[in-house]
């Protein structure tokens, strides 16, 4: 059974760094074409792409937020951590961590998401 | 502003059919494939369609995809309320070399 879950803080202030943990089961990342990514849901707005990192640690940004954002996974803790630097009261919503499987190009699992808001 | 242009809403009667449009170029729905996903309120999104027009497990064939060029279209048949909700295309832009979602369509059921 494939499971992802999102944590982190639910508060930041402004400039300050933002992490988020996605930890996940039932599936490798270490698997050929294996890929997670982040999404994120401003309120009342639409989803947006942040980022992506697959099995070969080889990582994707949205063109928008890359100098902010960075990747990562711990392959050995079955975790992918986002960082997002400068945070700012736009930067508030839900993010969700999500995997993409082997040789797809679509969002198959989700995590139920992470509510951040950024105010001081 | 969404790289893929879909309507902000749509609104049918309950038994009826809707065809949700999903507009891009090239670089993402012309030359890679289109997924669709259903937002409900307080809810992950929910996979639809992957691959224009193959549906997860779990999904009823009442919901269907298609693709032609740089636009896809999302048609689900014998409206229900539970159908309401938002929906999201996204694709990979080979350009951006970046997963893109449309802006999202407010469906209603009336």
């Known amino acids: 059974q494939v499971t992802l879950r999102e944590s982190g803080p639910a508060l930041v202030k402004p400039t300050q760094t933002l992490t988020l943990t996605c930890s996940f089961s039932?599936?490798?990342?270490?698997?050929?074409?294996?890929?997670v990514g982040w999404v994120r849901q401003p309120p009342g707005k639409a989803l947006e792409w942040l980022a992506l990192?697959?099995?070969?640690?080889?990582?994707y940004y949205s063109t928008s937020l890359k100098t902010r954002l960075t990747i990562s996974k711990d392959p050995s803790k079955d975790q992918v951590v986002l960082t997002m630097t400068n945070m700012g009261p736009v930067d508030t919503g839900t993010y969700y961590c999500a995997r993409i499987p082997s040789a797809g190009n679509f969002f198959d699992y989700w995590g139920q998401g992470t509510l951040v808001t950024v105010s001081s | 502003q969404s790289v893929l242009t879909q309507p902000p809403s749509l609104s049918a009667a309950p038994g009826q059919k809707v065809t949700i449009s999903c507009s891009g170029r090239n670089s993402n729905i012309g030359n890679n494939h289109v997924s669709w996903y259903q937002g409900l309120p307080g809810t992950a999104p929910k996979l639809l369609i992957y691959d224009n027009s193959n549906r997860p497990s779990g999904i009823p064939d009442r919901i269907s995809g298609s693709k032609s060029g740089t636009s896809a279209t999302l048609d689900i048949t014998g409206l229900q309320t539970g159908d309401e909700g938002d929906y999201y295309c996204a694709a990979w832009d080979s350009s951006l070399t970046g997963v893109v979602f449309g802006g999202g369509t407010k469906l209603t059921v009336l």
């Open positions: 039932g599936f490798s990342l270490s698997n050929v074409g294996m890929c």
């Open positions: 990192i697959d099995w070969e640690d080889d990582t």
